[in-house]
Every structure is written in structure tokens, then in C-alpha cells.
């Protein structure tokens, strides 16, 4: 992380999106809003309205608001791309019903900065200037373009062009000024967010580093006699064996080699070094140290592996990410707290993408529940059977949400499930599943070249 300063025009990548149901609440909100506004002024104040046109523009929102209801889970993410169509669909649904009532001569026209607000909170800049652009230019056409608001005896409601002006301008200076102000914000608490985050790191990085250098200095304490003792008798060995060179020769390697062991702890305790190579391990031993913690817990936890059906491909490499190993052990965790005596966890490769699989025998996900697995501080109130089958057991909900957190984070999709009908195995297998699934070049590492295993520590600049 290599971020020092703020800034408004400054791109950054978020590692969370808004979530779906926030966006149906607050559309909801809208909706209910715009229909009590159009009751009043119909039924209340007597203006004559396009009511059917009116009532068509609410109709869509509420349309959209129950597809997304129905179609996506409860607990969706929004994207870059999904984000900025529903905030562009919003805007474009409000400056209609603003056409149809007024233009800018209507006092709502105002709430064209909420959406405008909204993209600058939580999206690119790219979003961000066209939502401000279109929200301009909608509001620079509704001043020429737009159904005029008529009492019942047939007279045009209007302010007196001067206001007209005013009021575009205070939009167009509020669009402007508001949306670098939110951005400016939003970006400065990120940007504090992430100098946390990179604390932690440095700081758990600092301690890795002490405790090699602890190693080091014993390991060079530990073998500095005996290497120093095999690099006198083999110069022993050099004089007494001039006589035989092809032996004298054997001699001179074992002192270079000696020469070379001491160069190497002299480099690891200097410089620090990480060796790559450990930073990847065959898939199989990653599930294995994500699941060592919970292998003595009183339930079976059996790891398989299958390969592609079409292609057989050697078994991968997998990344030693923390975030991998555990968001993987929390999501094993989960398994074996819920498991009646068996855990499965099956890992599967293609050539596209590798996927690992995690069961087991126990009630499954409480089906009220299933839609929502994943969020924060979701829980299933707790019976008495549970509470004497896990005395022990006082989850917070958390769980879940930091191993999805931390996988997709790696560039992981997970998917929890109910059920035999998620799983081509035994019939046991009627519990909890949860898949996840990972592009291949997202987890598998690149070959290294020969000779690079070791490699200089990253630096961190402030």
C-alpha cells in the first residue's frame, strides 16, 4: 500500500460494495414519498396533473424495486457497474416526474442531489462525473422542457423567470460543491481506514521480521562451530591429500560449501529475506494448515481432492495468503461446530478456475436464514436442544462474515447451500455447504523462474 495523501479526483479501490437491500429500502422510501406527494397535490391542492403518466413513472421504480427483491439474494452486493445503473435509473425516474409537474418551477426539483450525493459517495469518479453531468443536464432541459402545473380553474403555476435562473444555478453550483465535498470526505475516511489497516500489517510484519531474526542469529549461533570445525579439517585435508588431486578436489568443495552456508546466514540475518517459495504450497497442504486447528475437535474432518473431469491436471499450488487460509479455517470452523461427527472438504481444479467445497452431516443452514448468510451479526435465536447439544457454542455472526469478507478479498465467489442436492457425494452429506470458487490465476502462482526463490522483503512507504 503505497497511498500518502488525499485526494478528490483520487481513484482507489474499494474493497466493499453497498449492499442491494439498502438500495430497495432507500428506492422504497422514494416511492412511498412521491406517491403521498402526488395524493396531496391532486386531492388536497387541485392541481391538474398528468396522474397517469405520473403514476406509470412510480409504477416502474416499484417494478424494479420487486424484481431485485426477488431475483438477487437478500444479502447481494452491488458493484461499480450495478451501483451506477440503479443510482442513473433513479435520477432518471425523478427528473421524469419533475417534467411531468413543473420542471423547474416545482420545489422537489432539490432532490435531484441525492443521487448525485450518492455516486460521489460511493463510486469512481468516472460514475461520479457522468451522474453529475446527466443530473446538469437533465435540470438545464426541464427549464425550457416541461409540463406546466395547473390549478383546477385552468391557471399555470410559475415563479417569475428571475427565480427560474436562481434556482438552476443554486442546482448547478449544490451539484458541483456537493459532490466534491462528499468525495472529499468519503475519501479521506477510507484513506484513514486503509492507514489502519496498513498499521496492522506493518506492525504483524515487524514481528514476523523479529521472530526470523531471532531464528537466524540461533540458527548462525547453533552452526557456526560446526562449520567452522569442517572448514578446518578440510584444509587439513587440502595439504595432506596433494598427492591425490580427484580427493584434494572433493576437499576444496566441502570448504566452499562450508564458505557458502556461512554467506547464507550472514545474507538471511542482514537483509531479511523471504524465501517465495514458501509462499505457496500444494492445495491440499493449504486446506490442511487452514484446517489443523479443528482435526482434534472429536469430528472426522476428511479432505479430498478431484480433479477435472475432462482433463486430468496435476494437483495445484496454492497462494499461503492469511486472508486464503483463514477465511478457509473460519468457514471449517463453522462446519465442525455444526457437525453431527463428519466434515468433508473437497477441493476441485480446472484449467479455468479452482474451487473447494466444504459439507457436513449436521441441520444445515436454518432456511429463514439462508438468504442472508454472510452479513454481520446474523444469528438464529438459539433453542434449548442447542444449547444442551453446544453448551459451549456462543457465535456472534461474525464468523461467516469475515471468512466471505477475507475470500472475496482473494478474488473468491462463495455460495452457502442446504442439502444432498448440492452434492454429488454420500447421502450423509445433508448439511451446510459452502463453495468457494476462485479464477485459476487468482490462487494458483506463477512458476518461478530458476534461482529466484529468494527475494528482498517489500517496503513499505509511508
Not at 196 to 218: D, E, F, I, K, P
Not at 305 to 314: K, M
Request: glycine share 8%; net charge negative.
Amino acid at each position: 500500500m503505497t497511498q500518502s495523501e488525499f485526494g478528490i479526483f483520487q481513484e482507489r479501490q474499494r474493497g466493499s460494495f453497498i449492499r442491494l437491500r439498502t438500495m430497495i429500502w432507500l428506492r422504497w422510501c422514494a416511492i412511498v414519498g412521491q406517491l403521498a406527494a402526488i395524493t396531496l397535490a391532486q386531492k388536497f391542492y387541485n392541481l391538474q396533473l398528468e396522474v397517469g403518466l405520473c403514476y406509470l413513472a412510480v409504477g416502474v421504480s416499484i417494478v424494479g424495486n420487486l424484481i431485485a427483491i426477488f431475483v438477487f439474494p437478500e444479502n447481494k452486493r452491488l458493484n461499480e457497474a450495478e451501483n451506477f445503473l440503479m443510482v442513473l435509473f433513479d435520477l432518471l425516474q425523478l427528473c421524469f416526474l419533475i417534467y411531468l409537474t413543473g420542471g423547474l418551477h416545482n420545489p422537489f426539483t432539490i432532490l435531484i442531489l441525492g443521487p448525485v450525493i450518492v455516486s460521489a459517495t460511493i463510486m469512481t469518479l468516472r460514475s461520479t462525473v457522468i451522474i453529475g453531468a446527466t443530473a446538469l443536464t437533465l435540470v438545464t432541459l426541464m427549464v425550457f422542457f416541461h409540463l406546466p402545473l395547473r390549478t383546477e380553474q385552468g391557471f399555470i403555476m410559475r415563479i417569475a423567470d428571475v427565480f427560474v435562473f436562481g434556482q438552476w444555478t443554486a442546482i448547478t453550483i449544490a451539484v458541483i460543491f456537493l459532490s466534491l465535498y462528499a468525495r472529499q470526505i468519503t475519501e479521506e475516511m477510507n484513506s484513514m481506514g486503509d492507514a489502519v489497516v496498513a498499521t496492522q500489517m506493518a506492525l504483524s510484519r515487524t514481528q514476523m521480521l523479529n521472530n526470523l531474526g531471532g531464528v537466524v542469529a540461533a540458527a548462525a549461533h547453533e552452526l557456526g562451530t560446526p562449520l567452522a570445525t569442517i572448514k578446518l579439517a578440510s584444509a587439513e585435508l587440502i595439504e595432506d591429500l596433494a598427492d591425490k588431486p580427484e580427493l584434494q578436489d572433493d576437499a576444496r568443495l566441502i570448504r566452499q560449501q562450508a564458505d557458502r552456508c556461512r554467506d547464507i546466514l550472514q545474507s538471511m540475518g542482514r537483509a531479511g529475506k523471504e524465501d517465495l517459495q514458501i509462499r505457496s504450497a500444494p492445495l491440499v497442504e493449504v486446506i490442511r494448515e487452514a484446517a489443523e486447528p479443528h482435526l482434534n475437535r472429536g469430528k472426522d474432518v476428511l479432505i479430498e481432492t478431484l480433479g477435472s473431469d475432462d482433463e486430468v491436471f496435476s494437483l495445484p499450488l496454492a497462494l499461503r495468503r492469511p486472508e486464503i487460509i483463514h477465511g478457509l479455517r473460519n468457514l471449517i470452523q463453522n462446519a465442525v461446530d455444526f457437525a453431527r461427527a463428519t466434515v468433508w472438504v473437497e477441493a476441485r481444479w480446472t484449467e479455468n478456475e479452482v474451487s473447494i467445497r466444504i459439507m457436513d452431516d449436521g441441520p444445515g443452514y436454518p432456511t429463514n436464514m439462508l438468504g442472508r448468510i454472510g452479513d454481520p451479526f446474523v444469528r438464529n435465536r438459539r433453542t434449548e436442544r442447542d444449547r444442551k447439544a453446544r453448551p459451549e457454542y456462543e457465535g456472534m455472526g461474525l464468523g461467516l462474515f469475515i471468512a466471505k469478507t477475507l475470500l472475496q478479498r482473494s478474488g473468491a465467489e462463495l455460495s452457502f447451500a442446504n442439502g444432498a442436492d448440492k452434492v454429488n457425494g454420500s447421502s450423509q452429506r445433508r448439511g451446510a455447504v459452502v463453495e468457494v470458487v476462485w479464477p485459476r490465476d487468482a490462487i494458483v502462482p506463477p512458476s518461478l523462474p530458476k534461482g529466484e526463490g529468494i527475494g528482498e522483503n517489500p517496503s513499505f512507504e509511508a
